[in-house]
């Protein structure tokens, strides 16, 4: 069975043919073949496939692929632009937010949605805000000194 | 969203005679996408048992995978683009919330945190932000896990039920909704259209408190919800609502029983509280066991009806109300 | 070269997942629904037949194809010890041990199909009687895991360390002490998985993946497939996490092997919950003993019965058995003891295998010293931070032999201590402490300190000390180092670039740190031994190198060696630094324009004609006390600050404090961030972590649901201090790192909560300390 799926993923526009039990991750990182998605537990546990869907971050091994029909969707590579790393990337390398990497796009799409949108910013916002992003290596603290780096670069103006 | 499921937290294994299977495919589906509600209940008219209905699917496409839900006729029938089962609106002395509205639009929603601002903090403590985005009442409700975080606050706002089928519909208290664990009071070919909430009068307060194995992104190992209405220190009203304590969320009717009209005290609150952990029948599983649950109805049952009948307490800093220190 | 992390942010990944061959099939396992029970019939022609399955493998298979399992470590033969390796296949024979252990291995096309054929494939089974627990297992009667043993003992020895009787005949008190630590693991976000490919023409096994140590697996690897080790060839993908977890590659060899059989490149990328079931266990151990003291808190011996439950076996799937050896050698911790006597048992149960995870065995002993602190300095109502102090190997004591042999280098333990001390202002949190218990809310402090040994040279158990690293200057002028430490998240890639770009005054930019394969012999990143053998061979290296650039260099610029500067990228002589060349430059010079022919005389006739050198190293004090497998011990202490909720058993940590001591630290901001990580997964191990079987043997924590380790939310705010105390014995002074955080913080938590409930008079005899056993534990406590 396949359904025609048209779907925007950063800032491209995709019109795909898609077996509906494919997930919004499969579709994304085999068939699109965008590098930063990565899989971790499938069982929307771990975050580690979170990407921006409709502006909202979300576990793309939790929705099926027809359900992005019409939708946009921003990874990690659609915030660099030019060859140039978004802020928010400079920021965790330069706090040393970054280990393995495994859990690091996915923290970074919830992250970027957390400094946009957040009405009270503060540890304790921050904290509940990456609670459905799970890390093993870091322990979180260099993560939070990454994100409040960040917020600091878009107050400042460098931001987009 | 209709699932087979087996008990809570036994729900992690699969059929304990089927191989456990390494691939990270996902079963095949026949997938169905009604584009507006009429066609919607005209498919699941047709297919009566023979479809499984997906929303948020954060409950339903883990399940899947582990092969807990068996989908033999593989057909799904995606309700989450049927707009007609999306809004938050008041209408007079009710607030109607459609069965396909997102956790997050739930937490979110200026409606909810004005007149029901319990069931806004129950959902922003369900799963995580991710999922709270994708997971709807709708599905969190027929789901039916005996600790859908969503029932408490709903049962102890007295809420109600739209069921529809193709030929007809009916209001159901939610109360009545829940059978067991998975099993709802849904007949083959209806869906849960939507939610009813009474909007409370300014005197009644509610409480909402959650117990898990962490702090964060945790499943209820109990939860509670609490509505009193005091006046002049005597309890005129109450309702204790339970999650993950029973084979559905419950109420805690002879706990209620015996605090209705007493004089508010904290010994009668902890009497009452203490009934409680006798009227729950929670299971003993991975996640805690049944002493713990128990003992843990009682406290929470104490803590959130306390917090309803002291004016002016708040919760601020403490999501969980289970931490008193400050530094 | 950008650096891994800039690659990675740039959609650069190289994980498993991201790898891709044409033509690729995929392996699915399947595993076993019973946790014990015989193979009657195993029918894979249906399951076969089906579209897209190119071969199915089963235990019969491998019998004719493979090698068992080669036993990592043997111990048999040892004075002393009771030792029993069993006969392993990669995939079951005969029989299944534990729930989940693979039956068969499908390759197919697409991991769709897998998953369908599987439903064709038929097992008839035979269950068993189980057994899950190790002090059953030891009875009389119970069901055994190995019929041919006899019993389910793998393991069983006595370490007998100074005089143990002498310090129980002088001691004013002995104690009674218990302590428990359950099962668990690491389980990084990223599960296993490899890509192999055999290439007829050359007659090589390519595999590419979450391999830990790619020389060891190479070596494992040959073995099993009965391939000589020079056709096998291990590169190390972008890995997401080790922790230990990924350093042998069992099922990898199956793999290999359907590579081999197919002539396909076949991926397998484990689940999550594959990784649950059939990964490598750790932990779950239980003391049981008594300790010897002194009225003013001396502690003079140690006498204990040791019981490590290894599930189905701690030889064969992963290099683990001396675990069993470092956990009773790290018993004395940082103090002076007179004695230590240990039974230490190995146990076979139904469960998934015994591996290793940060910590391996070091952090067993030492939690457990830690306990018997907190216990001594509750008995004798002494203070924990003195009792500490007392006890302590001195700073003019180093190096330290310890009754267990090990040589420890050096080390200022009290000033670690009191700079924790000064850091935590534990005098105003004690004020803190009796107030709030008056209105019943309890606060605790908690203490730990810690010793880690690191930089392991064992006699065979295939930790042997093997490394090699090597520096190479390419023509253009980069350049390129080439180590065995495996990239796992733990800063390898910038540690190695900060050390070379030291050495020859290079940019890091310039520093080229290639993938790590099995071309490179060594252990790999084990035991913290990345900045004790790993860097130390590397510093051999690029001093190798910097002395041929240099000995050119002098005779380029007709001035003394003395006088020739690396910086910056550049090569000058101080007589005119303004006449400098590039590294590219040199290097064309050197290889081709003129080449050889332009070095000057002496090194034309000592053959040093190439910018290239590989170098190894071995610890000295290794080679000149054979006593010692350990080179470098760093040191830590820990403070915690909790609140405890007497009536949901929920515990809040306040505050955190850790100050460590790892000699010579390369990166401050690497040293931390291992730090930060190995306390929260210490914290986890302490409040929620535990890998539970249920009654039918199956492993009912098999996702990340019901495996609970810390969010963001449950994670504290850690402050870190560093002193720096170098080791005599590395290249740089550096010490290994990265373990005691895990080790520290678990004891650290579990004594902060034991001094919340002291009201209640609650000894906390096991680990984790969930919300439930602490509500239990007070409500059963005698004080109430």
Not at chain 2, 30 to 54: Q, T, V
């Amino acid at each position: 069975m396949k359904i025609p799926v048209e779907v925007k993923v950063n800032q491209r526009f995709y019109r795909l043919e898609v077996k509906p039990q494919e997930t919004l991750l499969e579709v994304l990182k085999n068939r699109l073949k965008i590098n930063s998605l990565r899989r971790g537990c499938e069982e929307g546990e771990c975050g580690a496939c979170t990407v921006l869907l409709n502006g909202k971050p979300v576990c793309s091994c939790l929705i099926l692929s027809p359900e992005a029909d019409g939708g946009e969707v921003l990874t990690l590579e659609g915030l660099n632009r030019d060859g140039e790393l978004h802020p928010l990337l400079e920021a965790f390398i330069e706090n040393y937010a970054i280990q393995c990497g495994y859990c690091t796009p996915g923290i970074i799409m919830t992250a970027y949605y957390l400094i946009n949108h957040l009405t009270s910013f503060s540890e304790q916002t921050i904290r509940k805000g990456l609670e459905g992003n799970l890390c093993r290596c870091t322990g979180y603290v260099n993560i939070l000194k990454a994100i409040e780096a960040a917020k600091k670069e878009k107050d400042s103006g460098r931001w987009w | 969203m209709v699932v087979n499921n087996s008990l809570p937290g036994n729900r992690a294994r699969s059929n304990p005679m089927k191989h456990f299977v390494g691939s990270r495919a996902m079963p095949e589906v026949n997938y169905h996408r009604p584009k507006e509600l009429g066609e919607a209940l005209a498919m699941i008219h047709e297919f009566k048992d023979n479809c499984i209905l997906i929303a948020g699917g954060t409950d339903l496409i883990p399940a899947l995978r582990r092969g807990t839900v068996s989908l033999e006729s593989r057909n799904l029938v995606d309700l989450r683009w049927l707009k007609e089962l999306d809004y938050i609106r008041r209408k007079e002395d009710w607030i109607q919330i459609g069965a396909v509205t997102r956790l997050s639009d739930l937490e979110d929603s200026e409606i909810i945190r004005k007149y029901a601002p319990v069931l806004s903090d129950a959902a922003g403590q369900i799963g995580s932000l991710q999922i709270r985005n994708q997971g709807t009442l709708g599905g969190n409700l027929c789901n039916a896990s005996p600790a859908a975080d969503t029932a408490p606050p709903l049962l102890a706002l007295r809420a109600r039920v739209l069921l529809k089928s193709l030929d007809r519909q009916r209001v159901v208290p939610l109360d009545q909704f829940f059978l067991g664990p998975g099993k709802t009071l849904l007949m083959p070919g209806e869906i849960l259209a939507e939610i009813q909430v009474p909007i409370p009068q300014d005197e009644e307060r509610f409480c909402f408190l959650k117990l898990g194995r962490r702090n964060a992104f945790t499943l209820s190992i109990v939860s509670v919800a609490t509505w009193v209405k005091v006046e002049q220190e005597i309890i005129q009203g109450i309702r204790i609502a339970l999650g993950a304590v029973a084979p559905t969320p419950m109420r805690a009717l002879k706990s209620e029983e015996y605090l209705a009209g007493q004089r508010v005290s904290e010994k009668i609150l902890d009497q009452g509280a203490k009934i409680v952990s006798g009227e729950v029948q929670p299971l003993s599983d991975v996640r805690a066991n049944a002493e713990y649950r128990k003992d843990m109805s009682y406290i929470l049952t104490r803590r959130a009806i306390l917090f309803c009948v002291t004016p002016n307490k708040s919760k601020e800093g403490d999501e969980n109300f289970t931490s008193r220190g400050e530094f | 070269m950008i650096s891994r992390e800039q690659r990675i942010l740039s959609g650069k990944g190289r994980f498993i997942d991201d790898l891709e061959l044409p033509n690729m099939a995929y392996c699915v396992f399947i595993g076993s629904p019973y946790a014990h029970a015989k193979i009657k019939r195993i029918e894979v022609n249906k399951a076969q037949k089906k579209a897209g399955i190119l071969a199915i493998l089963i235990g019969e298979d491998l019998v004719k194809r493979t090698e068992p399992l080669p036993a990592l470590s043997d111990f048999s033969g040892r004075p002393g010890w009771l030792w029993r390796t069993p006969r392993i296949y990669p995939l079951a024979v005969e029989k299944v041990r534990f729930h989940g252990e693979p039956v068969a291995a499908i390759i197919a096309e697409t991991p769709s199909l897998a998953l369908e054929a599987a439903e064709a494939v038929e097992v008839e089974y035979e269950p068993l009687p189980l057994v899950l627990n190790a002090v059953e297992a030891m009875q009389e009667g119970t069901p055994l895991v190995y019929e041919e043993w006899g019993d389910n003992i793998q393991l069983q020895t006595v370490f007998n360390f100074g005089d143990v009787g002498k310090a129980f005949q002088e001691a004013d008190r002995i104690l009674k002490v218990s302590w428990r630590e359950n099962r668990t693991s690491g389980f990084p976000l990223e599960a296993r998985g490899c890509l192999a490919a055999y290439e007829p023409m050359t007659e090589t096994l390519n595999t590419w993946g979450s391999y830990q140590c790619p020389f060891r697996a190479q070596h494992y690897i040959s073995h099993v497939l009965r391939l000589p080790q020079t056709n096998v060839r291990v590169v190390a993908s972008d890995i997401g996490g080790g922790f230990g977890n990924k350093i042998n590659p069992w099922k990898y060899t199956v793999v290999c092997l359907a590579a081999i059989l197919t002539g396909r490149p076949v991926k397998w990328q484990e689940s999550a919950r594959e990784f649950f079931l059939t990964g490598p266990h750790q932990r779950d151990v239980r003391w049981e003993g008594e300790v010897a003291i002194k009225n003013d808190g001396r502690i003079l011996g140690i006498k204990a019965r040791f019981i490590q439950d290894l599930g189905v076996e701690i030889s064969n799937r992963d290099y683990a058995a001396p675990s069993i050896v470092a956990a009773c050698s790290s018993v004395p911790n940082a103090y002076r003891l007179q004695g230590l006597r240990i039974e230490a048992y190995g146990i076979v149960t139904n469960k998934s295998f015994y591996g290793a995870y940060r910590g391996f065995g070091k952090d067993k002993g030492a939690k457990f010293m830690e306990r018997i602190m907190d216990l001594v300095s509750k008995e004798c109502n002494l203070n924990p931070a003195a009792l500490r102090l007392k006890n302590f190997i001195q700073p003019h004591e180093f190096p330290y032999k310890q009754i267990s042999g090990l040589v420890y280098d050096s080390g200022n333990y009290p000033a670690v201590m009191h700079a924790a001390l000064k850091v935590a202002e534990v005098d105003s949190w004690r004020k803190k402490q009796e107030e709030l218990r008056e209105k019943g809310q309890y606060i605790g402090i908690g203490m730990a300190f810690v010793v880690e040994p690191a930089g392991i040279a064992a006699p065979n158990a295939r930790f042997s000390g093997l490394v090699q690293a090597r520096v190479r200057i390419t023509p253009d002028g980069l350049v390129e180092v080439y180590s065995d430490r495996t990239e796992i998240g733990q800063g390898a890639e910038k540690t190695n670039t900060l050390v070379v770009s030291q050495i020859l005054g290079v940019k890091a930019e310039e520093i080229v740190i290639k993938p790590v394969t099995s071309d490179v012999i060594g252990m790999g990143p084990i035991s913290s031994r990345g900045a004790v053998y790993s860097v130390s061979a590397l510093v051999r290296a690029a001093k190798g190198v910097k002395d041929i650039v240099v000995k050119y260099a002098s005779a380029f610029f007709q001035d003394d060696p003395k006088n020739i500067r690396l910086e910056d990228g550049r090569i000058y002589s101080l007589k005119n630094p303004e006449n400098s060349l590039s590294f590219r430059e040199l290097a064309d010079r050197f290889y081709f324009r003129p080449g050889p022919r332009g070095l000057p005389k002496e090194m034309q006739l000592n053959h040093e004609t190439l910018l290239d050198v590989s170098a190894s190293w071995y610890s000295p004090i290794s080679a000149e006390n054979p006593t010692t497998s350990y080179t470098t011990f760093s040191s830590s202490a820990d403070l915690a600050l909790v609140e405890v909720d007497s009536e949901t058993g929920v515990t809040k940590i306040w505050k955190y404090i850790h100050v460590h001591d790892a000699g010579k630290i390369i990166s401050p901001e690497i040293v931390d961030g291992q730090i930060y990580g190995g306390i929260v997964q210490g914290i986890g191990e302490a409040l929620s972590e535990e890998l539970i079987y249920n009654e039918r043997g199956e492993l009912s924590t098999d996702s990340y649901t019901d495996f609970v380790i810390p969010t963001a939310v449950d994670a504290p705010d850690i402050v870190i201090r560093h002193l720096e105390t170098p080791s005599p014995y590395t290249e740089l002074g550096t010490k290994g790192m990265g373990e005691s955080p895990i080790i520290s913080s678990k004891a650290a938590i579990i004594s902060a909560i034991e001094d919340a409930l002291s009201p209640f008079r609650v000894r906390i005899l096991e680990a984790p300390a969930t919300r439930e056993r602490i509500r239990r534990w007070i409500r059963n406590s005698p004080a109430r």
